[in-house]
Nanobody
């Protein structure tokens, strides 16, 4: 089993930055591909970013490309999402997730472990 806990959310003005953290405990963190997803009220959960086990492969959703950066520290069992130039449309609950497939993926159904989420609100 793997437990995931997000932190770092909050309410900020448009154009500001936030850094989300995901702390993992349980089985070996470095064996999982990791991802960030978000869900706004009334919308489906949306892919934000993913990172491979070793950190060498990164994926980003089109809406965050160039503004968000994902990274991980396997020695600390941590994953991060640096979010710059935040926009009101980035407002959502952000979730970290883990999967053990042989490939990195953008699909929610492929992720077997999820955190409880952290709220990000961007005020215009």
């Amino acid at each position: 089993q793997l437990q995931l806990v997000e932190s770092g959310g909050g309410a900020v003005q448009a154009g500001a930055s936030l850094r989300l953290s995901c702390a993992a405990s349980g089985r070996a963190f470095g064996t999982y591909h990791m991802g960030w997803f978000r869900q706004a009220p009334g919308k489906e959960r949306e892919f934000v970013s993913a990172i491979s086990r070793g950190g060498g492969t990164l994926y980003y959703g089109d809406s965050v490309q160039g503004r968000f950066t994902i990274d991980r520290d396997n020695a600390k069992n941590m994953m991060y999402l640096q979010m710059n130039n935040l926009k009101p449309e980035d407002t959502a609950v952000y979730y970290c997730a883990a999967e053990m497939l042989d490939y990195i993926t953008k699909f929610t159904a492929d992720y077997g472990y999820w955190g409880q989420g952290t709220q990000v609100t961007v005020i215009s």
